[in-house]
């Protein structure tokens, strides 16, 4: 489950800006999103315009190289896989890199025997109900919160592939930045 994910945003702009510069409307931020099961594939999703981009992972180097983006926030998810039956468990800690301060747990759920989204959904629903259930009868602190982002808003078709995952790490980590900064609202 180890896999790097970034949140970037275009560098500041320049104090003459060209005409040119200035027709094109970059994305404000993005979040990049690399998957261990992928290790060739790079994901952007633009949340805002509800795209999301598979590419080669050496855009990460050509992007650094023309200082096109600069990294705002880099999260790291590290964890364990588990098989239980038909169904695939990865849970793991979120921590930003370079840094041991616990920002999220996060459990991915897949039922393998289906890649059809709509078809899962009802066991997948039981599975998690399951799980609340197991999870409320003890007293753990925080809170389970249930994601699951409108993949049809991204363009993606029901068959479950690696750019659903991402768009679905991407909503997580859009939550996890944006408890972060509220937190940090409310101390200051």
């Known amino acids: 489950m180890a896999s790097k994910k970034a949140a970037g945003e275009p560098p500041s702009p320049s104090t003459n800006p060209t005409p040119e510069s200035m027709a094109v409307d970059f994305p404000r931020d993005f979040l990049g999103i690399s998957l261990p099961e992928q290790p060739n594939k790079y994901y952007f999703i633009i949340r805002g315009q509800r795209i999301v981009l598979e590419a080669d992972s050496s855009i990460?180097?050509?992007?650094?190289?023309?200082?096109?983006?600069?990294?705002?926030?880099?999260?790291h998810f590290d964890g364990f896989q588990y098989q239980l039956g038909d169904f695939q468990l990865r849970v793991g800690k979120v921590v930003p890199t370079h840094s041991e301060n616990l920002r999220g747990i996060?459990?991915?759920?897949?039922?393998?025997?289906?890649?059809?989204?709509?078809k899962a959904r009802q066991i997948m629903?039981?599975?998690?109900?399951?799980?609340?259930e197991a999870v409320s009868k003890r007293s753990l602190?925080?809170?389970?919160?249930?994601?699951?982002?409108?993949?049809?808003e991204y363009g993606l078709a029901d068959h479950y592939t690696s750019q659903h995952t991402a768009v679905q790490y991407a909503t997580v980590m859009a939550q996890l930045i944006a408890?972060?900064?509220?937190?940090?609202?409310?101390r200051n």
């Not at 990460?60 to 999260?75: D, G, H, N, P």
């Not at 996060?106 to 709509?118: A, Q």
């Not at 408890?179 to 409310?186: H, I, Y």
């Open 125 to 132: 629903e039981e599975f998690l109900d399951i799980w609340q």
């Open 106 to 118: 996060v459990m991915e759920v897949e039922y393998l025997p289906i890649s059809s989204v709509e």
């Open 60 to 75: 990460q180097t050509l992007m650094e190289k023309l200082q096109s983006y600069k990294t705002r926030v880099a999260l």
């Open 179 to 186: 408890t972060v900064q509220a937190v940090q609202s409310v």
């Open 141 to 152: 602190p925080g809170h389970f919160m249930h994601m699951e982002p409108n993949f049809a």
